[in-house]
Protein backbone atom coordinates (compact mmCIF):
# COMPACT_ATOMS: atom_id res chain seq x y z
CA UNK A 1 0.00 0.00 0.00
CA UNK A 2 1.43 3.45 -1.05
CA UNK A 3 1.02 6.61 1.09
CA UNK A 4 -0.62 9.44 0.81
CA UNK A 5 2.53 12.33 1.13
CA UNK A 6 6.23 12.06 0.66
CA UNK A 7 8.81 13.74 2.60
CA UNK A 8 11.58 15.41 0.25
CA UNK A 9 14.68 16.59 1.95
CA UNK A 10 17.44 18.61 -0.14
CA UNK A 11 21.17 18.66 1.96
CA UNK A 12 24.85 18.63 1.96
CA UNK A 13 27.40 18.13 3.70
CA UNK A 14 31.04 19.98 4.93
CA UNK A 15 33.79 19.33 2.56
CA UNK A 16 36.27 16.28 4.19
CA UNK A 17 32.97 15.31 6.10
CA UNK A 18 31.10 13.02 3.50
CA UNK A 19 32.79 9.23 5.34
CA UNK A 20 31.07 10.54 8.56
CA UNK A 21 28.15 12.17 7.32
CA UNK A 22 27.37 8.70 4.95
CA UNK A 23 27.79 6.31 7.99
CA UNK A 24 25.80 8.44 10.15
CA UNK A 25 23.09 8.77 7.65
CA UNK A 26 22.97 4.86 6.81
CA UNK A 27 23.33 3.74 10.01
CA UNK A 28 21.39 6.09 12.31
CA UNK A 29 19.08 8.85 10.78
CA UNK A 30 17.41 6.67 7.89
CA UNK A 31 16.35 4.13 10.32
CA UNK A 32 15.32 6.28 12.97
CA UNK A 33 13.20 7.66 10.59
CA UNK A 34 11.78 4.29 9.11
CA UNK A 35 10.65 3.30 12.48
CA UNK A 36 8.39 6.53 13.27
CA UNK A 37 4.99 5.13 12.57
CA UNK A 38 3.32 6.24 8.84
CA UNK A 39 6.96 5.89 7.04
CA UNK A 40 6.92 3.15 4.56
CA UNK A 41 9.66 3.17 3.32
CA UNK A 42 13.19 5.67 2.49
CA UNK A 43 15.29 6.38 -0.83
CA UNK A 44 18.39 8.41 -1.72
CA UNK A 45 19.48 10.19 -5.19
CA UNK A 46 22.22 11.97 -5.55
CA UNK A 47 22.83 14.94 -7.93
CA UNK A 48 23.87 14.63 -10.79
CA UNK A 49 24.77 18.47 -11.43
CA UNK A 50 25.39 21.40 -9.31
CA UNK A 51 22.83 22.18 -6.43
CA UNK A 52 19.81 24.17 -7.02
CA UNK A 53 19.67 27.12 -5.18
CA UNK A 54 15.58 26.57 -3.98
CA UNK A 55 13.93 23.49 -4.04
CA UNK A 56 12.04 22.35 -7.03
CA UNK A 57 8.64 23.16 -6.80
CA UNK A 58 9.37 26.12 -4.42
CA UNK A 59 8.08 29.76 -5.86
CA UNK A 60 10.28 32.59 -5.18
CA UNK A 61 11.03 35.98 -6.90
CA UNK A 62 14.98 35.38 -6.81
CA UNK A 63 16.32 34.87 -9.81
CA UNK A 64 17.66 31.43 -10.45
CA UNK A 65 21.59 31.28 -9.33
Request: include cysteine; charge should be positive; proline fraction near 8%.
Amino acid sequence: MYGSGVLAIWNDCAVGSEETYEKWYQTEHLPERLSIPGFKNGRRYQALRVRLCISPGTRSTHPPC
